[in-house]
């Protein structure tokens, strides 16, 4: 049973920005603190932002410049990326936070071209 979908990636130039969303159950929206996950090439999964109600956290890799919002009516936990960087290019997954607590999906390719 597939618990937490990923979408929203694309390939965009240097400076764009693309919007993650990641749907989950009403269940597990409530239940959790979620975040969002990415894998960079060669790079450990690391976590780029979580939040819990008003609470939010971000690495200092992207503070300023990603935003994650939830959303209580469609159960979503997206994350509002801007002014992107070659960098930031790998593969996006949501999960809970602190502690993983689903099995991962298959996440969503970022890839920002300079």
């Known amino acids: 049973q597939v618990q937490l979908v990923e979408s929203g990636g694309g390939s965009v130039q240097t400076g764009g920005s693309l919007r993650l969303s990641c749907t989950v159950s009403?269940?597990?929206?409530?239940?959790?603190?979620l975040g969002w996950y990415r894998q960079l090439p060669g790079r450990q999964r690391e976590l780029v932002a979580n939040f819990r109600g008003m609470y939010k956290e971000y690495a200092d890799s992207v503070k300023g410049r990603f935003t994650i919002f939830g959303d209580q009516a469609k159960f979503t936990v997206d994350l509002q990326m801007d002014n992107l960087k070659p960098e930031d290019t790998g593969v996006y997954y949501c999960?809970?936070?602190?502690?993983?607590?689903?099995?991962w999906g298959q996440g969503t390719q970022v890839t920002v071209s300079s």
């Open positions: 009403r269940s597990i929206f409530n239940a959790y603190n």
């Open positions: 999960n809970s936070h602190p502690g993983i607590t689903f099995s």
